[in-house]
């Protein structure tokens, strides 16, 4: 199946349906449709191989997602809040390119080499549509994404249209969602969870409702006025919602359902959700830019029975990723490739139809079409999936492997600390050393007690040998602590 034939379905079905609220407009699927087919005449006459968005969350993005479709490019979304030269870059990886942007970023991106860039108002939505009889290859890349970067250069992942339309097709009923239902995207464009986003709410037919840049006070008002019935957040994001539902005592009775990922989700935060809004489902779905988007969900059953259980073994779940997608094979590996049992951490590998694994000049998915995700993690009796991080984040401390997460879990436990990361930096003696960077809610906590309870909770060697305080902590745009932002500024402190 082709991505744009998500839409042709939607608009057949159901063409006067409202798919997006964007800015007070309203575009119904059937103009959606339209405007995706006058756009695609347009991007065809362009040298362009990758239609390329650049700006923040508009109806135009989706748009462009489906014009690209037809009109057989790849399309990319590019973080507009990089720095001008990491911008340029990016839009030259992918050249021969057609930019869309913003008014903010067009000029940025005047003369870069491979492109031609057009201001958002003046890309011809309207107009003689492109209909033609076209065998549209599934093999083709629909999408063209840079990987976060968190560690070091981004890389271009390719998502053919096989891939994209099977985690749809496979997850999801076909205009399954109520005329009433409506979905807050207020995740940026230039993230998988963006992609997916579009893609699922017009095949269910849901409506989609767009913030364009993410506020805690902005999001609350939209979903109250629009009467939000669905969203998905990051970790970071649904904290600070939190924030201001329980300040202005906003009760936000039409949210029934919340999704979150893209960064570990502290346990102390997903229970206040659940108390402050009992009637909204949540979900933890985790996935990477790899594989389409979600491979394995912690469903709201989940979340309610580990809420709820006295047994240690279930009421950790909470901190898990649950299990696996039916349409997804899933294992933990040692380094050397062989399958770990439960309980035991190793390296995440998958394997199904929507996984990719494959990069501009590279293919990552081994001869027998497996995936290693470069995530930590591990499976409980129960088949429920743990992720502890990114192997690179892992500390080797006198030959140990360390993961920082279960220091941030015992550290979190304190009243005092709002948030906290930490890291490895090298040390000549241990290979590495431990350094816990804490964000306190109020007054700063003993750092020697903080190292007492992670030696009480742990044992001897996960004690942090130093505890920085600070007052905040760098996040990506995407909810993922920089933790190469926080070594680089201790080491040259």
Same mark, same amino acid.
């Given at each position: 199946?082709?991505?744009?034939?998500?839409?042709?379905?939607?608009?057949?079905?159901?063409?006067?349906?409202?798919?997006?609220?964007?800015?007070?407009?309203?575009?119904?699927?059937? =103009?959606?449709?339209?405007?995706?087919?006058?756009?695609?005449?347009?991007?065809?006459?362009?040298?362009?191989e990758t239609v390329c968005y650049v700006g923040l969350n508009d109806a135009l993005f989706a748009t462009m997602l489906f014009a690209s479709s037809f009109a057989e490019r790849s399309f990319t979304s590019i973080n507009y809040r990089l720095a001008d030269a990491d911008l340029r870059r990016l839009?030259? /990886?992918?050249?021969?390119?057609?930019?869309?942007?913003?008014?903010?970023?067009?000029?940025? &991106?005047?003369?870069? !080499?491979?492109?031609?860039?057009?201001?958002?108002?003046? @890309?011809?939505?309207?107009?003689?549509? &492109?209909?033609?009889?076209? #065998?549209?290859?599934?093999? /083709?890349?629909?999408?063209?994404l840079f990987t976060s970067g968190t560690t070091s250069e981004p890389k271009a992942a390719m998502l053919r249209h096989r891939h994209l339309s099977s985690y749809v097709v496979s997850t999801l009923d076909f205009l399954g969602a109520d005329e009433g239902e409506a979905t807050l995207i207020s995740?940026?464009?230039?993230?998988?969870?963006?992609?997916?986003?579009?893609?699922?709410?017009?095949? !269910?037919?849901?409506?989609? $409702?767009?913030?364009?840049?993410?506020?805690?006070?902005?999001? +609350?008002?939209?979903?109250?006025? #629009?009467?939000?019935?669905?969203?998905?957040?990051?970790?970071?994001?649904?904290? /600070?919602? &939190?924030?201001?539902?329980?300040?202005?005592? +906003?009760?936000?009775?039409? *949210?029934?359902?919340?999704?979150?990922?893209?960064?570990?989700?502290?346990?102390?935060?997903?229970?206040?959700?659940?108390?402050?809004?009992?009637? $909204?489902?949540?979900?933890?779905?985790?996935?990477?830019? =790899?594989?389409?988007?979600?491979?394995? $969900? *912690?469903?709201?059953?989940?979340?309610?029975?580990?809420?709820?259980?006295?047994?240690?073994?279930?009421?950790?779940? *909470? %901190?898990?990723?649950?299990?696996?997608?039916?349409?997804?094979?899933? =294992?933990?590996?040692?380094?050397?490739?062989?399958?770990?049992?439960?309980?035991?951490? %190793?390296?995440?590998? @998958?394997?199904?139809?929507?996984?990719? %694994?494959?990069?501009?000049? /590279?293919?990552?998915?081994?001869?027998?079409?497996?995936?290693?995700?470069?995530?930590?993690?591990?499976l409980d009796e129960g088949g429920y999936l743990f992720v502890e991080g990114r192997l690179d984040d892992v500390i080797v401390r006198g030959g140990e492997n360390i993961s920082p997460s279960e220091i941030e879990g015992v550290l979190r436990s304190h009243d005092a600390i709002d948030d906290v990361? $930490?890291?490895?930096?090298?040390?000549?003696?241990?290979?590495?050393?431990?350094?816990?960077?804490?964000?306190?809610?109020?007054?700063?906590?003993?750092?020697?007690?903080?190292?007492?309870?992670?030696?009480?909770?742990?044992?001897?060697?996960?004690?942090?040998?130093?505890?920085?305080?600070?007052?905040? &902590?760098?996040?990506?745009?995407?909810?993922? +602590?920089?933790?190469? +932002?926080?070594?680089?500024?201790?080491?040259?402190?």
């Amino acid at each position: 199946m082709i991505v744009h034939m998500l839409l042709e379905m939607a608009a057949d079905a159901a063409p006067d349906r409202v798919a997006i609220t964007s800015c007070g407009r309203h575009i119904t699927f059937g =103009e959606l449709l339209s405007q995706s087919r006058a756009v695609a005449r347009w991007i065809k006459a362009s040298p362009c191989e990758t239609v390329c968005y650049v700006g923040l969350n508009d109806a135009l993005f989706a748009t462009m997602l489906f014009a690209s479709s037809f009109a057989e490019r790849s399309f990319t979304s590019i973080n507009y809040r990089l720095a001008d030269a990491d911008l340029r870059r990016l839009v030259e /990886r992918a050249a021969p390119a057609l930019v869309v942007a913003s008014g903010d970023a067009l000029p940025r &991106l005047a003369g870069v !080499t491979g492109a031609t860039s057009i201001h958002f108002d003046d @890309v011809p939505t309207q107009g003689e549509p &492109l209909i033609d009889d076209l #065998e549209y290859d599934a093999e /083709r890349v629909a999408v063209l994404l840079f990987t976060s970067g968190t560690t070091s250069e981004p890389k271009a992942a390719m998502l053919r249209h096989r891939h994209l339309s099977s985690y749809v097709v496979s997850t999801l009923d076909f205009l399954g969602a109520d005329e009433g239902e409506a979905t807050l995207i207020s995740v940026p464009p230039y993230h998988i969870a963006g992609i997916s986003a579009v893609l699922s709410s017009v095949f !269910t037919g849901r409506r989609m $409702v767009l913030l364009p840049s993410f506020s805690p006070e902005a999001w +609350v008002e939209l979903a109250d006025k #629009e009467r939000i019935t669905h969203a998905m957040v990051v970790p970071t994001m649904l904290g /600070r919602i &939190l924030e201001v539902i329980e300040t202005r005592g +906003v009760s936000l009775p039409a *949210l029934k359902h919340l999704s979150y990922g893209g960064g570990r989700m502290p346990e102390t935060t997903i229970a206040r959700a659940l108390s402050l809004l009992p009637q $909204v489902d949540f979900v933890n779905a985790y996935g990477l830019t =790899e594989t389409s988007s979600t491979i394995s $969900v *912690l469903t709201p059953d989940d979340h309610r029975a580990a809420m709820s259980s006295e047994d240690p073994s279930v009421r950790r779940r *909470l %901190g898990s990723v649950g299990i696996p997608s039916p349409a997804i094979e899933l =294992e933990v590996r040692d380094p050397d490739g062989a399958k770990l049992g439960r309980g035991v951490s %190793g390296e995440i590998w @998958v394997r199904g139809d929507q996984v990719s %694994g494959e990069y501009r000049g /590279r293919h990552a998915l081994d001869c027998d079409g497996w995936y290693a995700t470069n995530d930590c993690g591990w499976l409980d009796e129960g088949g429920y999936l743990f992720v502890e991080g990114r192997l690179d984040d892992v500390i080797v401390r006198g030959g140990e492997n360390i993961s920082p997460s279960e220091i941030e879990g015992v550290l979190r436990s304190h009243d005092a600390i709002d948030d906290v990361a $930490v890291a490895g930096v090298a040390d000549n003696e241990w290979g590495e050393q431990i350094i816990a960077f804490v964000v306190s809610k109020g007054d700063l906590p003993c750092a020697q007690a903080l190292k007492a309870l992670v030696r009480e909770r742990l044992r001897s060697s996960r004690v942090p040998s130093e505890i920085i305080f600070m007052s905040e &902590l760098p996040y990506n745009e995407t909810g993922k +602590v920089l933790r190469r +932002v926080l070594k680089a500024n201790y080491v040259s402190r």
